[in-house]
């Protein structure tokens, strides 16, 4: 009995140092990630966007305003052609439900179970549809590589960077086209499948505060992507023979 926990605990550290040896260095991971997700078919992704903004006015009341988004998305890059369901909720204002189904010529939208509408500019309803691509994360990883950590955890990588810094603060702001704040603090976590280099789950976090405005604003994203070159297509394709058209070429997502 002694000679088999012996045995155990001699084999222990080759264990780990193995575990250790396997982990590839960053700049592999993120290009075998780039590389995997550049001719994908097809994948799901459900992303949850949230906005919440608290002001402090002079009478020391607190006024909170909270918008958020949840999308639902099936894509077909390849065949530029994606559909999926949003949900869109402001404080002021009652939620509102849509669907999408996109093709490469004609972008079809419909809310609240309404008459759908055709846009002659897919990517209009596309970009609505996503709230953000895929392609933005893989970029927004990239981001968190160069300034935070990446670990191997059993079987997923790792990508994570907690606090602020005005470099990544600047390029995180170029990427989702928003305006710089100097006092943003960020705690970011993003997974990647450790066998596929899949991205599978995020989670974003950014607070603005503002003390001589005494306000607070959080910007929150979390996503989750799968069935990579697997998703179906839908069986039945709604009539969109009484659609209204549309010539709007403006971007309405987030």
């Not at 949230?50 to 949840?70: C, F």
């Not at 077909?76 to 996109?102: C, H, L, M, Q, W």
């Not at 392609?135 to 191997?152: D, H, M, P, R, V």
């Not at 960020?186 to 503002?210: H, Q």
Request: aromatic letters at 12%.
């Amino acid at each position: 009995m002694k000679k088999i926990i012996l045995f155990a605990l001699l084999l222990l550290p080759f264990s780990l140092f193995s575990a250790c040896a396997a982990a590839l260095p960053g700049e592999e991971v993120l290009q075998n990630l780039t590389n995997r997700s550049a001719d994908l078919e097809s994948y799901h992704q459900f992303v949850v966007f949230r906005t919440t903004t608290t002001k402090e006015d002079l009478n020391g009341a607190t006024a909170v305003n909270e918008q958020y988004a949840t999308a639902d998305a099936t894509l077909f890059p390849e065949e530029k052609i994606g559909y999926g369901k949003r949900i869109d909720k402001n404080s002021a204002y009652p939620t509102t439900k849509s669907e999408f189904y996109v093709t490469p010529e004609v972008g079809y939208t419909r809310t609240d179970d309404a008459d759908w509408t055709a846009y002659a500019t897919p990517d209009v309803p596309l970009a609505s549809l996503q709230i953000y691509p895929l392609e933005t994360f893989i970029e927004l990883s990239q981001i968190i590589e160069a300034y935070g950590t990446l670990e191997l955890r059993g079987d997923e990588y790792l990508l994570s960077f907690s606090g602020s810094d005005d470099a990544l603060n600047k390029e995180i702001n170029y990427l989702f086209q928003t305006l710089p704040s100097e006092q943003t603090e960020y705690d970011i976590e993003i997974r990647l499948d450790a066998e596929t280099f899949y991205l599978t789950a995020f989670s974003y976090l950014s607070t603005v505060t503002r003390t001589d405005q005494k306000t607070v604003a959080t910007t929150e994203l979390t996503g989750e992507f799968d069935l990579y070159d697997q998703a179906k297509k839908l069986k039945t394709v709604p009539d969109f023979d009484a659609a209204d058209t549309t010539a709007e070429t403006a971007d309405s997502s987030f």
